[in-house]
């Protein structure tokens, strides 16, 4: 029987899932191979997503462990086994997870030309452009054997999500991005940064990414998605977009950087298996050769555009500070953080939260509620999402007195 949780209990898992505990000094990544067992994904004309998937997630996860000094990767699944959507986010939140990677395979309903990679993060809209990727991996629904779970959350429960989540929505596109610079710099065709409404990632309380990392119904892609070279090259794009996402996070880490060097076989071997009753037989075919794949000459360089710090106002008299925040976070960032991209002065506040820390990050401080308003504007082209949030005697001050500080120091 479905078990409906108040809105107080849903909102306290969600809180504990998204804050990390202070006592705890590993930086914890969940890496999530899509689909599997029962559910092979998209699939190829020898090949199936779920293989692929779990292939490039091993690599990935060997790259981490072996380089990164202070992280705990953790699986959804190692093996060809099924993991309910719900189980995979219940994975990450139970393990107060810092940051949730689901790696999966792309395919097109109509022709057999698409190539590239794309990465997505998630979207609280309802409707998407994306629509045709999001109802190919929501589908693994129909393999459940409670698909009412996905319906039945209250309206209540289903806000307190997503208040929860907005907060993570700029950090996770930051990070789509940087895998999508490593895509490109391999030669990788470049399919864009999106925002959609996977369920996967809707149901995760830390930031939290879906990458599709080829096409497989193209007969090129598909051999370079099983090739050794293209296994261990995408894994790596992934784990060095990783590095430099935890590089201001955690101090002292020195992750190296990696060459994608294809000189082992897959972690993973497909297994010989049948499909499913339910699932379409792909029709077999002789292994093809490991495509070329040319990297190009020189890779693109990012420049940071610096911009120079807004006058400091200090709270004498009892008056009342405004700022603009740009981002929370679990963890206190450095300031020169790229989630900040060049910008100068940004201030950490650590605030509790039921017992738990977390970080909000501003920029600019002054006592006239019109001048802060005046900062946003000028940092908005940057950080679209950021606010103005209101600060007295060093404390964070919200609700009916904010409200009224507007009003008081126009």
């Known amino acids: 029987m479905y078990y409906k949780p108040n809105i107080f209990k849903h909102l306290f898992t969600l809180l504990i899932g998204l804050l990390v505990s202070i006592s705890s000094s590993a930086f914890v990544v969940v890496l999530d191979a899509g689909h599997g067992g029962k559910d092979p994904g998209a699939l190829g004309t020898y090949s199936k997503e779920k293989n692929i998937n ?22 959804t699944r190692k093996t060809d086994k099924f993991i309910e959507l719900y189980e995979r986010a219940d994975i ?9 990677i689901s790696v999966h395979t792309n395919s097109t309903a109509s022709g057999n030309t698409a190539r590239g990679s794309e990465t997505y993060s998630l979207s609280l809209e309802r409707a ?30 289903t806000i307190m999500n997503e208040i929860i989540q907005s907060n993570n929505m700029r950090t996770s596109a930051l990070f789509a991005k940087s895998i999508q610079d490593e895509y490109v710099s391999v030669g990788r065709p470049n399919k864009g940064v999106h925002q959609a409404g996977f369920l996967v990632l809707r149901k995760t309380a830390m930031p939290s990414v879906l990458t599709e990392l080829g096409f497989i119904n193209t007969p090129s892609e598909e051999a370079y998605l099983n090739s050794e070279q293209g296994i261990t090259e995408l894994a790596t794009c992934i784990y060095n977009a990783f590095r430099k996402y935890i590089s201001p996070i955690l101090r002292g880490v020195d992750a190296p950087a ?15 298996d049948e499909p499913d009753a339910n699932e379409e037989k792909p029709q077999p075919k002789p292994q093809p050769q490991t495509p070329a794949h040319t990297k190009p000459a020189t890779q693109p360089q990012t420049q940071t555009q610096s911009t120079a710090p807004a ?10 500070e405004f700022k603009v925040q740009i981002c929370a976070s679990s963890r206190n960032l450095r300031p020169d953080s790229e ?49 103005i949030v209101v600060f007295k005697d060093g404390q964070r001050i919200i609700g009916d007195e904010a409200n009224q500080a507007k009003k008081k120091q126009p």
């Open 54 to 75: 779990l292939n490039v997630v091993l690599k990935l996860g060997k790259l981490i462990e072996q380089n990164c000094r202070g992280v705990k990767v953790i699986y």
């Open 92 to 100: 990450a939140n139970n393990a107060k997870a810092d940051l949730f």
């Open 128 to 157: 998407t452009s994306n629509l045709e990727v999001v109802k190919r991996e929501n589908s693994v629904i129909q393999y459940e054997t409670n698909r009412q779970r996905y319906a039945a959350m209250s309206v209540e429960n």
């Open 258 to 272: 990696v060459q994608p060097e294809p000189d082992e076989k897959p972690a993973f071997e497909a297994p010989v």
């Open 311 to 320: 006058k400091k106002a200090t709270s004498s008299d009892g008056k009342y």
């Open 339 to 387: 989630q900040f991209k060049g910008l100068k002065g940004i201030e950490s506040h650590p605030i509790t939260i039921n017992g738990r820390q977390q970080y909000i990050h501003t920029y600019g401080s002054t006592t006239s509620y019109a001048a802060i308003k005046d900062v946003q504007a000028k940092i908005k082209d940057k950080f679209a999402d950021c606010f």
